[in-house]
């Protein structure tokens, strides 16, 4: 039977046992937890976990009652003080972002972070965590510097360049080169198969040579044609290689206008044939 005044369907309220065990064990998994994990009230940490501390090159009891911004990168930290300010009038306020932040020792760290308010001790406050993201942050510079580096080499060759898939033939890049030799805009150009860049009545003899040689990783060199947008026919000589990026197999196709070189080919045997004539001539 229950006491009176108390509802029989109430769950008994915890012990004080009992609730220090789920502190303790609260504690616990905030002090193993991979991220590090802070509060700060009134701009001061008033907790910080040993993965925080050691984040940015302090021990614990070093950052408590230290100005949360003095962590923060100069360049970031106005753009932190208006969030933080925000979050705790209960205004809207981004929850995750990236943050570059300082160690110790002035060494500029990427943080991503995630941040929300909290009620501690009676008083509002923030909490959130932070994880080291430097070397994804690195990664991606190199990444694209890599782009850029790439990019500026290949607009500024002199031969027409395409780039296109090992498996499939598909065009996935051009140059401005590539684009006067064809005729054709880049966005044209891209999602053509490989084959589609010379006469139709070719197509097979490409195609042949293009899975025998380069899709098996030999690189070719040889005189052939292009076709233009228009129709017309242009001699260049290809020189296409394999390359791999990450885990994607590429071809690199390199093509030079050969037009001037075979009208000089062309002159030369003219000239030569009719010397032949005129020699026969003399013998007769």
């Known amino acids: 039977m229950s006491k009176k005044g108390e509802s029989p369907n109430k769950a008994p ?27 700060h009230q009134d701009g ?30 100069p360049d970031e930290r106005e753009a932190i003080r208006q969030i933080a300010s925000k979050r705790l009038k209960g205004q809207a306020a981004p929850q995750q972002y990236e943050v570059r932040r300082l160690k110790k020792d002035g060494e500029t760290i990427w943080c991503e972070m995630i ?17 080291d993201v430097t070397e994804r942050k690195r990664l991606e510079q190199a990444l694209l510097e890599s782009e850029r580096k ?43 198969r490989q084959t589609e860049l010379h006469p139709p009545e070719a197509a097979n003899e490409y195609r042949q040579r293009f899975a025998t040689h380069v899709q098996k990783g030999r ?18 000589n290809i020189s296409a290689a394999p390359v791999t990026i990450g885990e994607k197999r590429l071809i690199v196709g390199l093509f030079r206008d050969i037009t001037e070189r075979k009208q000089m080919e062309k002159e030369i045997q003219d000239k030569n044939e009719q010397l032949e004539i005129q020699n026969e001539e003399l013998r007769a």
């Open 13 to 39: 309220s915890p012990t004080i046992t009992e609730r220090k065990g789920v502190a303790e064990k609260y504690r616990t998994l905030v002090e193993n937890s991979l991220t590090g994990i802070f509060i």
């Open 44 to 73: 001061k940490y008033v907790f910080v976990n040993e993965r925080f501390a050691r984040i940015h090159g302090y021990t614990t009891q070093e950052l408590l009652g230290k100005n949360h911004l003095t962590l923060i990168h």
């Open 115 to 131: 941040a929300t308010r909290v009620t501690y001790k009676g008083k509002p406050a923030i909490m959130g965590n932070i994880a």
């Open 150 to 192: 790439y990019r500026t080499l290949f607009e500024n060759l002199n031969d027409a360049a395409f780039l296109a898939d090992a498996e499939t033939g598909y065009i996935l890049d051009t140059n401005k080169r590539g684009e006067v030799l064809l005729g054709r805009t880049r966005e044209e150009i891209i999602d053509m």
């Open 219 to 236: 690189a070719v060199d040889y005189d052939g044609e292009a076709i233009r947008k228009n129709g017309s026919i242009v001699p260049v």
